[in-house]
T-cell receptor, first 113, second 116 residues
């Protein structure tokens, strides 16, 4: 079965650089979520999209922005990177906002040096 | 505000035995969902099981079952016949029923180690 695809899987950036993370949801899933998981922590919700519109926003820094495109893939743009942005970034998708299953991608491990 | 609590930072279980991972939650919503995920050392988050707040039966998926006690606000995960491959971090999560956006709030996680 098709899964959520994230690219790249690993990314190393320097402070103050920018990064773009991509997410391709499971086919026919119209809802996408982004989560950030710091070392030894639980995942924290960043932002979500439903039918290409932002549906909810969590503790996402102003330096971060995201969007969902017409083909339902989503991108998380991160600017002025800080050391504290080093984390595992997950994208998840579901059939709709009230779905009984929310599937996560493999994650993008971002390291800021 | 909603909150998920997993009080067991680490658990050990002997191979082939059953184990229960605890999860309690706090919410004032009537409609919500409860999820369990497995995170192996490789880092991916694997969906295991879901329980809706209005579901009358406890959810089961293969060796996984969710012991849902609504009045006690608990949603414990039971893994039967543990296998070495079950060694991982396990997260309990809840969907935010009031916002209806499906975002998940996670507990702190429980590390499970299966001993041969």
């Amino acid at each position: 079965a098709a899964g959520v695809i994230q690219s790249p899987r690993h990314l190393i950036k320097e402070k103050r650089e920018t990064a773009t993370l991509k997410c391709y949801p499971i086919p026919r899933h119209d809802t996408v979520y982004w989560y950030q998981q710091g070392p030894g922590q639980d995942p924290q919700f960043l932002i979500s999209f439903y039918e290409k519109m932002q549906s909810d926003k969590g503790s996402i820094p102003d330096r971060f922005s995201a969007q969902q495109f017409s083909d339902y893939h989503s991108e998380l743009n991160m600017s002025s990177l800080e050391l504290g942005d080093s984390a595992l970034y997950f994208c998840a998708s579901s059939l709709d906002r009230l779905a009984r299953e929310q599937y996560f991608g493999p994650g993008t491990r971002l390291t800021v040096t | 505000a909603q909150k998920i609590t997993q009080t067991q930072p680490g658990m050990f279980v002997q191979e082939k035995e059953a184990v229960t991972l605890d999860c309690t939650y706090d919410t004032s919503d009537q409609s919500y969902g409860l999820f369990w995920y497995k995170q192996p050392s490789s880092g991916e988050m694997i969906f295991l099981i879901y329980q809706g707040s209005y579901d009358e039966q406890n959810a089961t998926e293969g060796r996984y079952s969710l012991n849902f006690q609504k009045a006690r606000k608990s949603a414990n995960l039971v893994i039967s016949a543990s296998q070495l491959g079950d060694s991982a971090m396990y997260f309990c999560a809840m969907s935010d029923g009031s916002s209806n956006t499906g975002k998940l709030i996670f507990g702190q996680g429980t590390t499970l180690q299966v001993k041969p």
